[in-house]
């Protein structure tokens, strides 16, 4: 679960620690990874991951985030809504999952080198108040994602949550969390 908020215990980290409680509550076996606190670089676009080898090529903080990501059976991706967009901690790694596609990934009946029937969470948390504002950057990498190949893709969202102090996420919403994990990891 790479999780894009530099505020450990902010919005978007409640709603995934909810997540997190009910799947290990379902025996799940669950991996945190704070982006923030982990030394990245961006995709270098150099596609040696089409060419020299079939994972990125980069050996940094990511490269262990990336194996995991690629063997759990269910992904979770959280971040705040950063100037209408998810933060560049989490941009940062959707840039280098670009290693997951095979190099035909355009063409290819099977793009992604994703063992197939993932499941994945998006969590977005904003200040703003209205639905309808930056309602399109879940579909914006909902389209990307479709590469991945995954079984399910759902987005659980807060609203109207401010940045500073304690997180503020309503119940229904946290419960929208909790039964994702139902749905996901009950066996
Ligand atoms: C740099 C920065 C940019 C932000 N940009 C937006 C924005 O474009 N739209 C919005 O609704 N909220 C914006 N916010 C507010 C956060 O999205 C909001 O407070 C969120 O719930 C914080 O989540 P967190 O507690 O998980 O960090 C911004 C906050 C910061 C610090």
Same mark, same amino acid.
């Given at each position: ?42 995709? +270098? ?18 490269? +262990? ?15 705040? *809504? ?6 560049? +901690? ?6 280098? !999952? ?8 355009? !063409? ?52 109207? *949550? ?13 419960? +929208? ?11």
């Amino acid at each position: 679960m790479p999780v894009g908020s530099p505020r450990a215990n902010g919005n978007s980290a409640a709603i995934a620690r909810r997540f997190l409680a009910k799947a290990e509550g379902l025996n799940a076996e669950t991996r945190t990874f704070e982006l923030n606190r982990l030394t990245y670089r961006g995709c +270098q676009g150099c596609y040696g991951c089409k060419s020299a080898a079939d994972h990125c090529v980069l050996a940094d903080d990511l490269t +262990q985030v990336l194996e995991v990501v690629k063997e759990a059976d269910v992904v979770v991706y959280a971040s705040p *809504v950063y100037y209408g967009d998810i933060t560049a +901690q989490l941009k940062g790694f959707m840039d280098r !999952t670009f290693s997951y596609l095979v190099p035909d990934y355009e !063409t290819n009946t099977q793009p992604t080198r994703l063992p197939p029937g993932k499941n994945l969470l998006f969590i977005l948390t904003q200040g703003d108040p209205d639905p309808e504002h930056f309602a399109d950057i879940f579909p914006r990498y909902e389209y990307f994602l479709k590469w991945g190949a995954f079984a399910q893709i759902r987005l659980v969202r807060a609203c109207g *949550v401010g940045g500073e102090g304690a997180a503020d996420v309503p119940p229904d919403v946290l419960f +929208q969390a909790e039964e994702v994990a139902s749905r996901f990891c009950e066996r």
